[in-house]
């Protein structure tokens, strides 16, 4: 079989594993569904697809594994929180999140050149973070310097340019 049907297989006896289990044991139904556990199964979704990128050997697997056991985590620091107005500026992860993807992908792939674009993913997804977060609501040390921040992204743009030619 192809790696992509192998994972694609595992998937769907994963998924079909874990509603079969909600469904057969009331607690952990209770837990899946619950006020504070709610996002937990999320970030066990992705968890759970960065297994299926081990074990089929598809490493372009990290990618969506990342993206969706981030946005868990992040639903789940939110739930706990209740700082649900964090969305206005959190989204800014989400490129990190597949920076780090891309990093295990370029770990299992041997290949630097995505782990330095996953490297820079991150980066620029923090930068975002903080520009965004200091406008809308993040942190009072961010929101004083965040002209560094911009002043930090322009050079690293320039420094692209440069690099490119």
């Known amino acids: 079989m192809k790696r992509g049907n192998i994972a694609a297989a595992l998937t769907l006896i994963g998924i079909g594993a874990w509603f079969l289990a909600l469904e ?21 979704i992705g968890l759970f697809l960065a297994l299926i990128a081990l074990l089929s050997w598809t490493p372009g697997l990290f990618v969506p594994a ?15 929180t209740q700082n649900w107005d964090s969305w206005a500026y959190a989204w800014a992860l989400i490129p990190g999140f597949v920076g780090i993807g891309m990093i295990l992908a370029g770990i299992l792939e041997r290949n630097p050149g995505t ?11 923090l930068i975002l973070f903080a520009i965004f977060g200091s406008f809308l609501g993040g942190g009072e ?17 320039l420094i692209q340019g440069v690099r490119r030619r």
């Open 115 to 125: 782990l330095k674009a996953g490297g820079w993913m991150i980066f620029n997804s």
């Open 66 to 80: 990342s993206i969706v056991s981030g946005v868990g985590a992040l639903l789940w620091w939110q739930n706990t």
């Open 141 to 157: 040390i961010v929101a004083r310097y965040w002209p560094v921040l911009l002043i930090l992204f322009g050079l690293m743009l």
């Open 24 to 44: 057969i044991v009331p607690t952990l139904k209770g837990f899946a569904y619950g006020a504070q556990t709610w996002p937990l199964p999320i970030i066990g």
